[in-house]
């Protein structure tokens, strides 16, 4: 499956991600929104735009957690429509216990990461998830709670790829 990237082959593929409630949607859109999807990604050129949504509910709120979620950007998805852009929404779901949906796979399949790549990120995100929940249920008494930081924001419009025979240190 070739990667939803390189359909028309634009080289202005920008990025931005939800850290620090920063905006996500591009001004370029001109389409204004108060909603900021985790990952954006998108072409002037070619009017497209690509966004993904994570969701990290309890294992058995899965399926009725990303149904809230899609419904909850479907105007969104409508005001681009409705300015000629195309529009690929995803909505990729890992439980706070560590438990990766099949959404998780279709989108970076989609993205274009090659199996090595998407083994290695699906199991840092469970891990990640799993010791997130962890260091909260541990300190959910505690009146002084400091977010830890357990990984590396990206800067803007960047997006490293790992490499997935990188030996990583154990993060909790």
């Known amino acids: ?23 996500t949607i591009p001004p370029e859109t001109n389409v204004i929104t108060n909603q900021r999807p985790d990952i954006v990604i998108w072409s002037v050129s070619t009017k497209r735009i690509i ?6 509910p309890l294992e058995r709120n899965i399926v009725a957690a990303g149904l809230r979620k899609t419904s909850q950007y479907a105007n969104l998805k409508t ?8 529009v690929e929404d995803f909505t990729y779901e890992i ?36 010791c997130s929940s962890y260091y909260i249920w ?11 930081k357990l990984v590396t924001e990206p800067k803007a ?12 240190t154990p993060f909790c």
């Open 51 to 56: 966004w993904a949504e994570e969701i990290v």
């Open 79 to 86: 005001s681009f429509l409705l300015k000629g852009w195309s």
């Open 138 to 148: 541990t300190n959910r008494h505690n009146t002084n709670f400091i977010r830890p």
């Open 157 to 168: 419009h960047t997006f490293p790829i790992p490499s997935p025979n990188k030996k990583r």
């Open 1 to 23: 499956m070739s990667s939803i990237l390189h359909t028309k082959r634009p080289t202005d593929w920008q990025i931005t991600f939800d850290f620090n409630n920063n905006r």
């Open 95 to 130: 439980g706070a216990l560590g438990f990766i949906a099949k959404s998780f796979d279709h989108l970076h399949r989609k993205l274009g990461f090659k199996s090595a790549h998407r083994k290695f990120i699906r199991k840092r995100a469970g891990k990640l998830s799993l």
